[in-house]
């Protein structure tokens, strides 16, 4: 009996594993000045992923900073979150993510730019 339940258990799990590979990957890359990096992250953290997340529609977020090339100047971050749909997305950023945008905005104004791609992954 062990046997069946550890292989039912492994099968889910591997169920859920693939569950995770029809998920909506969400990149936001924000550009930024150097002396404006740490500030960025500070309320990336503190305040717009908690904001993102607080919602539903996104989850598992991740921070990644770009390297660069020596010739080029500011700092890019990627921020990754995940969705179960593209409708989860849209609605989002159509709703309550606007007003989370124009807080952002508020606070950096053109010091930070930001752009957003959405990515299905597709199975190698």
């Not at 990957?25 to 717009?48: G, K, M, P, Q």
């Not at 993102?52 to 900073?65: F, K, N, W, Y």
Request: glycine share 8%; charged share 20%.
């Amino acid at each position: 009996m062990k046997g069946k339940v550890l292989i039912a258990v492994f099968h889910n799990f591997a169920l859920s594993l693939k569950g995770i590979h029809r998920m909506i990957l969400y990149n936001i890359t924000w550009v930024t000045e150097a002396a404006v990096e740490e500030t960025l992250i500070d309320y990336l953290r503190s305040t717009f992923i908690p904001s993102v997340i607080a919602d539903g529609s996104m989850h598992s977020p991740a921070l990644h900073r770009i390297e660069k090339g020596a010739q080029e100047e500011g700092v890019s971050l990627a921020l990754h979150f995940f969705a179960d749909q593209s409708t989860d997305i849209d609605e989002y950023w159509c709703g309550p993510g606007a007003k989370h945008i124009a807080t952002l905005i508020g606070k950096f104004g053109n010091r930070v730019m930001g752009f957003a791609t959405t990515m299905r992954r597709i199975e190698l």
